[in-house]
């Protein structure tokens, strides 16, 4: 049972790359959610999804966008990079909307130059 | 959702209990409480959470006050291990828009 897996694990990117962050969970869990973490700051939240096909923005969308096709994917697109955007991407699914354990990847960090 | 106020930071003693409050004077009736752990720069990893009742697990106790305006989380028996930024989360269902804040970082010492 691997949980939830997020790639690459580092990343570097020039401003005005684009790029996207692969999430993945093999728990059937409905709920999946992306959230970035600044030095020194706790989690924001940009994007979540409360089932395959539904997506709703966060606290911090801008300069992202997300789809769910299937219930295990949600991967996270950078349109257009910027270095604002250099942080740590957490991506993270529980069964449901947080009455429950939530489970969280081992994040991808990625440097915008 | 309601916003929870933690001290920065604290130390305990290995192998004493770790008493980490949280403050969140303004949950509503139907908030969880959540406590998560972020150890280095890991994934943030659950810890326990709770409505109304105290509750126990084998990592930790959470102790809600009667009128939920505060709550602890109690490490019975600190490790070096649990060195880690603790966060209190309050939240619930459906269109909520959680933040983890700043949290309390715990350093226990040998």
């Known amino acids: 049972n691997a949980g939830v897996t997020q790639t690459p694990k580092f990343q570097v990117l020039k401003t005005g790359q684009s790029m996207t962050l692969q999430c993945a969970q093999d728990m059937n869990h409905e709920y999946m959610s992306w959230y970035r973490q600044d030095p020194g700051m706790g989690l924001r939240l940009i994007h979540y999804s409360v089932g395959a096909g539904i997506t709703d923005q966060g606290e911090v969308p801008n300069g992202y966008n997300v789809s769910r096709s299937t219930t295990e994917d949600f991967p996270l697109r950078l349109l257009s990079a910027a270095p604002s955007q250099t942080s740590v991407y957490f991506c993270?699914?529980?069964?449901?909307?947080?009455?429950?354990?939530?489970?969280f990847g081992q994040g991808t960090r990625l440097t915008v130059v | 959702d309601a916003k929870t106020t933690q001290p920065p930071s604290m130390d305990c003693a290995e192998g004493r209990a770790a008493n980490l409050p949280c403050n969140h004077s303004?949950?509503?009736?139907?908030?969880?409480v959540y406590w998560y752990r972020q150890i280095h720069s890991q994934g943030p990893q659950y810890i326990i959470h709770?409505?109304?009742n105290n509750e126990t697990n084998e990592m930790a106790s959470l102790i809600i006050t009667e009128d939920r305006k505060s709550s602890t989380l109690i490490l019975p028996h600190a490790t070096l291990r649990d060195t880690a930024v603790y966060y209190c989360i309050v939240g619930t269902g459906a269109n909520s828009k959680l933040t983890f804040g700043k949290g309390i970082t715990l350093s226990v010492r040998p």
């Open positions: 303004t949950i509503s009736g139907n908030e969880y």
């Open positions: 993270a699914s529980s069964p449901d909307l947080w009455n429950t354990e939530a489970f």
């Open positions: 709770g409505l109304k």
